[in-house]
């Protein structure tokens, strides 16, 4: 069964850093895009970032995206040889208080589909 | 405001059949399959379906379909334990980014 298990998570003041990690197991992390998607408490669901997959043998994907409202503050990166996704958080600000889950993006019929969740991860942003 | 609308909430009672809804735009929903995802009391999103199409250890309860800019999510014979939140989302082409609806309650009387 595909485990995904976030870290890293706290109490930061505003204008602080944080960096998320997300463990991956039971399947070849190499050969998927993952992203990140956060939930508000008592809101839904939001889109953060994404990254691709980098192709062992060229060296070739890994394109990144972001949610404007977290763009040059947040950076997503991984770490194929430690299955590890990341989430280095800059700038943070109260808006950005919410559970950080992390997700595997499943390519089916040429839509990429997060297909398998973490726990999550709170973020507390406070003075 | 979502970019993917979704009813705020749905009720039905035990057995019955409901169908949720997620209106997008061309370059969402219209161009690209949509997954749903149910939440039960706050707790991880778990997939219930990607497009049309069930995974593993979905009841066949659960249906996917779309037309046009508009994807659907039935359940037909609905259960108690169906009762949670659900969220249609897709990739925009636009945007260059994913977007959430903003998620239907479903209740089960």
């Known amino acids: 069964e595909v485990q995904l298990l976030e870290s890293g998570g706290g109490l930061v003041q505003p204008g602080g850093s944080l960096r998320l990690s997300c463990a991956a197991s039971?399947?070849?992390?190499?050969?998927?895009?993952m992203t990140w998607v956060r939930q508000a408490p008592g809101k839904g669901l939001e889109y953060v970032s994404s990254?691709?997959?980098?192709?062992?043998?060229?060296?070739?994907?890994?394109?990144?995206y972001y949610a404007d409202s977290v763009k040059g503050r947040f950076t997503i990166s991984r770490d194929n040889s430690k299955n590890t996704l990341f989430l280095q958080m800059n700038s943070l600000r109260a808006e950005d208080t919410a559970l950080y889950y992390c997700a595997r993006v499943l390519r089916y019929s040429g839509t990429d589909y997060p297909d398998y969740w973490g726990q999550g991860a709170l973020v507390t942003v406070s003075s | 405001q979502s970019a993917l609308t979704q009813e705020v909430s749905v009720s039905g009672t035990v057995g019955q059949k409901v169908t949720l809804s997620c209106i997008g735009t061309s370059s969402n929903v219209g161009r690209f399959g949509v997954g749903w995802y149910q939440q039960i009391s706050h707790g991880s999103p778990k997939t219930v379906m990607l497009?049309?199409s069930r995974p593993s250890g979905i009841p066949d309860r659960f249906s996917g379909s779309k037309s046009g800019t508009i994807a659907s999510l039935t359940i037909s014979g609905l259960q108690p334990e169906d009762e949670a939140d659900y969220y249609c989302s897709t990739w925009d082409s636009s945007l260059d980014v994913r977007v959430f609806g903003g998620g239907t309650k479903l209740t089960v009387l």
């Open positions: 039971q399947f070849s992390f190499t050969n998927y895009a």
């Open positions: 990254m691709e997959s980098v192709s062992s043998i060229t060296g070739s994907g890994g394109d990144t």
């Open positions: 497009g049309n």
